[in-house]
């Protein structure tokens, strides 16, 4: 199976003798499976537009013309493929299956007050974060639901969502406290993954799994533990794996 993993904003792809992987350990992991899997680079801020061309373009370089093509898309790459499969048809015609996890389908509050100092969420961004990340315009809830509007989902392929579940994951990377206080700010006390709700993470019309016990950085399987020297069980592999079965 042909498997292309997009990776998120200010992430990165296959980075030759960088021994890290945006997705940590997932690709190898397939490839042991005997899956094909690419890890493109694309402008780690850049826009939606922006990366979603460097997405096609990657692809549409590494497959020959009859190779069927899944891709598995983390947080911001989930807008980037739904870009390039409305503005790419050779690519459409390719792309079987995506699945987005985390994806800003309707905006992230996160990108909202960092964007916003006004925001009521804004007090409880770190600085560190704000700093970081910078001013992801394409990232906020205006932004992502005119973007919702006008980039519907293509004819021929199959769209699979996943959301992140913060508040059951005590080995989180993101502070609980921006996961609490996101929660506190949606009327029904929203599921989140401590960037994106579980409303914005799963689009109406997309099948959807099981939420993941994980937050934003778990869902790509780096939480706490990940730094430690003694190895721990990677279940994150697992998730995929499940994925991929369902393909």
């Known amino acids: 199976m042909n498997i292309v993993l997009a990776h ?3 992430g990165f792809g296959h980075v030759f003798g960088i021994p890290l992987s945006y997705f940590n350990g997932v690709a190898d992991h397939l490839r042991q499976q005997g899956h094909e ?24 370089g590494h497959f020959r013309a009859g ?20 503005h790419y048809p050779q690519l459409a015609r390719k792309v079987k299956t995506l699945v987005a996890i985390g994806t800003p389908h309707q905006g992230s509050p996160v990108a909202d007050a960092i964007v916003n100092s006004a925001h009521p969420l804004a007090p409880h961004i770190p600085q560190f974060l704000k700093e970081w990340i910078g001013g992801p315009n394409d990232l906020t809830t205006r932004a992502c639901m005119r973007f919702d509007e006008i980039t519907p989902d293509v ?17 989180g990377l993101l502070l609980f406290k921006l996961t609490k206080a996101i929660s506190e700010l949606e009327l029904d006390g929203e599921i989140n993954d401590g960037v994106v709700t579980r409303k914005s993470a799963l689009r109406e019309g997309h099948e959807h799994l099981l939420d993941w016990p994980v937050d934003h950085a778990g869902e790509i399987g780096w939480d706490k533990n990940s730094f430690s020297l003694i190895s721990s069980p990677s ?10 079965a369902i393909l």
Do not use: F, K
């Open 155 to 171: 004819n021929g392929v199959r769209y699979i969502d996943v959301a992140g579940n913060a508040s059951m994951n005590g080995d």
């Open 37 to 60: 899997v690419i890890e493109p680079s694309v402008s780690t801020i850049g826009s939606v537009a922006a990366r979603g061309n460097d997405l096609a373009d990657a692809i549409l």
């Open 67 to 86: 190779d069927d093509v899944h891709v598995i898309a983390h947080s911001m790459g989930g807008l980037d493929t739904r870009y390039a499969l409305n």
């Open 235 to 244: 279940s994150h592999l697992a998730r995929y794996e499940s994925i991929v």
């Open 8 to 10: 998120g904003i200010l």
